[in-house]
């Protein structure tokens, strides 16, 4: 009986995973793309609001509300992945998310404050849309620009959250911030997660490095697909 060649074993497996989160990972991005067209053509409240546009009553429905608003609303929900990805290309990248957390708190302060910024739904499409294009460019601008530029979508962003909760008691307002900041941060670090391991493979599969770039442009098509809906209305 002749003993298995664990050499060519090995040889082959890095090649079966390559293929196999190539095919993966494009096709849980094309439904990303399909999911994002269906979502224009949604009702806007119901895109955005998880309660459907009432006020949450209590600390529960604050929170729950909270996590659900980046989530539903597929703008904000593909610039935290775009954040979370480009974080895993830079040392130091969790800086990205932070700022962009933080920056969107301070957005939803001046919401509440009941200051306007200019046009917030083309910068939020735009934005996603930025975003895309620098995970698709690689590394070709350095970290304090794209930290600086988070902290930018992140006031905005940040604005729009203030909508679902302007009006509200103080618990559920607090639950409110504790559950968007909580989701935002949580679902940057899980991409960012997702993307250093991607990173670090591609070393011996470069291969692998294709897709982070396929990534951004499907990040990139989302964000055009929303910032031309608000352009043409």
């Known amino acids: 009986m002749l003993a298995p060649n664990f050499s060519k074993i090995s040889g082959v497996l890095p090649k079966l995973f390559a293929a196999t989160f190539n095919h993966l990972g494009r096709a849980f991005l094309g439904l990303m793309v399909l999911t994002g067209m269906l979502s224009l053509a949604a009702a806007p409240a119901l895109a955005h609001h998880p309660l459907g546009g009432r006020l949450p009553a209590n600390f529960f429905e604050g ?40 920056a969107s708190l301070a957005g939803t302060a001046i919401h509440l404050m009941s200051l306007d910024l200019p046009a917030p739904e083309f910068v939020i ?63 940057t670090l899980l991409f960012a997660f997702i993307g250093s391991n991607v990173v670090k493979r591609s070393t011996a599969l470069p291969s692998l490095n294709l897709n982070l770039r396929f990534a951004g442009f499907t990040l990139a098509g989302i964000g055009l697909a929303f910032l031309s809906s608000v352009v043409i209305g």
């Open 63 to 102: 929170l729950m509300s909270g996590v659900g608003h980046p989530v539903i609303g597929l703008d904000h929900l593909a610039f935290v992945i775009a954040a979370g990805l480009i974080a895993a290309t830079r040392p130091k990248g969790v800086l990205i998310p932070i700022m962009f957390v933080l």
């Open 125 to 187: 499409s735009a934005s996603v849309l930025a975003f895309g294009v620098i995970l698709a460019m690689g590394n070709k601008l350095n970290l304090a620009t794209v930290a600086s530029l988070a902290a930018l979508a992140g006031v905005f962003h940040g604005f729009a959250y203030g909508e679902g909760i302007f009006g509200a008691e103080p618990t559920p307002m607090a639950a409110y911030l504790i559950g968007f900041a909580g989701i935002q941060m949580a679902i």
